[in-house]
T-cell receptor, first 112, second 114 residues
């Protein structure tokens, strides 16, 4: 089946690292994504990782993928108040077409 | 360059009415997908169109329909609106048929059904 799960809330202090975790079920996922949604806004693609990669780093963001356990994480270094948002994990599922399945989102609160 | 544009931004409709939401993809993007995001949840897939043809459909009733025009813009139509249709409707476009490099989302249309 197709299912993506995330913890719903995370609170960190400004300057600390944030780690948002995600699990998915579809072993045929080709790409996995992290999206950010700020209040009242659409979704912003933060980063993506191909399923044959273990890690991807992009400035303050580090994505780790454990394909065996179907576990994806997003680490945000030096978390700032502007990072407060909802973060969605998503997987690209290949059927007769490609569609993206989203998790429920993790609400990140950064405490000054 | 303009991103994905959606109109209107907000809409209030009465139960039983019909609504049409519009989306213009990024120039050069031929794939458009529609998602419904109910408050507090992740987006749920409704439709995907590529080169003006429906390529995929999520688990939504037949009251939901869509189409894509020759200029790759798209409309989402919902008939016989229910209170439960109240949500943020997101349009996303991508360059390829697939979503390998991720979608670019619009800011959405906030639909409220009363």
């Amino acid at each position: 089946g197709e299912d993506v799960e995330q913890s719903l809330f995370l609170s960190v202090r400004e300057g600390d690292s944030s780690v948002i975790n995600c699990t998915y079920t579809d072993s045929s996922s080709t790409y996995l994504y992290w999206y950010k949604q700020e209040p009242g806004a659409g979704l912003q693609l933060l980063t993506y990782i191909f399923s044959n990669m273990d890690m991807k780093q992009d400035q303050r963001l580090t994505v780790l993928l454990n394909k065996k356990d179907k576990h994806l994480s997003l680490r945000i270094a030096d978390t700032q108040t502007g990072d407060s948002a909802i973060y969605f994990c998503a997987e690209s599922v290949r059927t007769s077409y490609d569609k993206v399945i989203f998790g429920p989102g993790t609400s990140l609160s950064v405490i000054p | 360059d303009a991103g994905v544009t959606q109109s209107p931004t907000h809409l209030i409709k009465t139960r039983g009415q019909h609504v049409t939401l519009r989306c213009s993809p990024i120039s050069g993007h031929k794939s458009v997908s529609w998602y419904q995001q109910v408050l507090g949840q992740g987006p749920q897939f409704i439709f995907q169109y590529y080169e003006k043809e429906e390529r995929g459909r999520g688990n939504f009733p037949d009251r939901f329909s869509a189409r894509q025009f020759p200029n790759y813009s798209s409309e989402l139509n919902v008939n016989a609106l229910l209170l439960g249709d109240s949500a943020l409707y997101l349009c996303a476009s991508s360059t390829l048929r697939g979503t390998n490099y991720g979608y670019t989302f619009g800011s959405g249309t906030r639909l409220t059904v009363v």
